[in-house]
Each structure stands twice: as structure tokens, then as C-alpha cells.
């Protein structure tokens, strides 16, 4: 495991990371998990051609312009999650790639707090 990433390593939700040209750089313990059917880590292959024609065109555009996208989805298991993916920076401020966090919701309504 490369140190950089040692902090995510055993978080209690998924989390992915790839660079600028979406080729997967990092996955965790629960994203390996999570894409175990699929051969486990996918670390070193491209995840564009995982998606389909709308989730490209979205990723294409967070890493063009910086943007976040966050959105929930229940599993075929029924379980409910947050996604939340952004991108990640280099230190002059260019993007790097994305992340993307994939967390379990202890269901709805969630407790909300304005503050």
C-alpha cells in the first residue's frame, strides 16, 4: 500500500481514487471489498469503462472543471449509501483526479443540525 493513502485504509466507508485520465490509483480496504465480484482491486486499470455514457460525461466534467457530485443509491443488498466524489489536486492547484467516498447511511430521515 503506498503510505500516501495509509489514513484511508481502514475507514468505515469505501473510498477510490484515480487520476486525471481515470485510471484507478488507490482503493481501500472496503472498495476492494465492495469490487471483489469484479476482481477485487482494480488499482492500475481505467474506471471509464465501468460506467455508462451519462457517469462518463459527468466524470469527464469534474475533472475538467473542479466540481463535486454527491448523490445516494441503495445496493442490491438494500443497503443505503452516500456517494460523494471530488476532485483532488496537485499542489499548483491543478486536478489531479477524483476520489470518490462511498459511505453506508444508517437510514432516513438522517438527523440534520443547522448550524
Not at 77 to 93: A, C, E, S
Request: glycine share 8%; net charge negative.
Amino acid at each position: 500500500m503506498d503510505n500516501q493513502f495509509a489514513w484511508a485504509e481502514d475507514m468505515n466507508c469505501a473510498v477510490t481514487v484515480c487520476d486525471a485520465e481515470g485510471i484507478i490509483i488507490y482503493m481501500n480496504r472496503l472498495s476492494r471489498a465492495t469490487f471483489a465480484p469484479d476482481g477485487g482491486t482494480l488499482t492500475g486499470q481505467s474506471l471509464i469503462p465501468c460506467h455508462n455514457e451519462a457517469s462518463r460525461a459527468k466524470i469527464a466534467h469534474m475533472l475538467a472543471t473542479g466540481e463535486s457530485n454527491s448523490y445516494t443509491i441503495t445496493t442490491s443488498k438494500g443497503v443505503l449509501k452516500m456517494i460523494y466524489q471530488t476532485p483532488w489536486r496537485h499542489p499548483d492547484g491543478t486536478v489531479g483526479g477524483l476520489v470518490e467516498i462511498s459511505m453506508p447511511l444508517p437510514g432516513l430521515p438522517l438527523p440534520h443540525f443547522d448550524r
